[in-house]
């Protein structure tokens, strides 16, 4: 049986937009009051306003997730407004697909500070709450790049498989202290992901990949799971993609 979450506190990092921003009205509809950081200020002005419609509270919080001292103070801020986090959502993340030999190190350094330290950065500022009040849900948003590997995106495969080895050891280190982590792991969402890095908005395959809404729905999924479950991993694929080296 799912629980009721209404009244607990949820951060959502890379809220402004896709997975993120259908995450935060999710989360909303069940009652969850929203701490949404992105970097996009006035995206996030317009999420607030979508969550506030559904009677909860919901703040913005416009920062760089890659960067430890800007993480550190949105989190003080969030605990002086909201006084607990009950679940974060690390979704903050970006991509470029080609080949090996297109990226450069700045590509490799933009993936893995965005997808791989964000999650590190945030998961170490709210979860010493969450092990103090010995309840809590840390929720990774991968991705199907994080379990297999597909050519011409090296470089984003290897942030998404490096977010589920966080993510499954962490398990191990907060599962005593009555914390859940869970890893969602979709493969292509229709947003605007990696527009210009490889993705173009006149994309034949756009049409028929995932819906936002659809991943959202996952992460409430994980968040509302009884207390004595755990959802350790949600994989998700579009209709029109097979399985790599599958059916």
């Excluded at 998404?160 to 966080?166: L, R, S, Y």
Aim: with cysteine; proline share 3%.
């Amino acid at each position: 049986m799912l629980i009721e979450i209404k009244d607990q506190v949820a951060v959502v990092t890379g809220a402004s937009r896709g997975i993120g921003y259908a995450a935060c009205v999710a989360l909303a509809k069940e009652g969850v009051h929203i701490a949404a950081t992105a970097r996009n200020e006035e995206q996030l002005g317009d999420l607030v306003a979508q969550c506030q419609a559904h009677g909860v509270k919901a703040i913005a919080y416009p920062a760089d997730a890659t960067d430890a001292t800007a993480v550190y103070a949105l989190r003080d801020r969030v605990l002086s407004d909201f006084g607990k986090v009950d679940i974060l959502v690390n979704n903050a993340g970006v991509a470029r697909y080609t080949d090996l030999l297109g990226h450069t190190v700045e590509d490799y350094d933009w993936m893995m500070d965005t997808n791989v330290k964000s999650t590190f950065l945030f998961t170490h500022a709210f979860v010493g709450g969450m092990i103090e009040r010995k309840s809590g849900a840390v929720i990774v948003v991968s991705s199907q790049a994080g379990v297999n590997g597909f050519p011409n995106e090296t470089v984003y495969c290897a942030t998404k498989h490096a977010q589920v080895g966080f993510a499954t050891a962490l398990d191990g280190e907060l599962r005593p202290h009555n914390i859940k982590v869970s890893v969602i792991a979709p493969g292509g969402v229709r947003t605007t992901f990696a527009f210009g890095t490889g993705r173009t908005e006149d994309m034949p395959a756009l049409e028929g990949m995932l819906e936002a809404d659809a991943v959202a729905d996952a992460i409430v999924f994980a968040a509302r799971q009884s207390p004595k479950s755990r959802v350790l991993m949600v994989g998700m694929r579009p209709m029109q993609e097979r399985l790599y080296g599958g059916a």
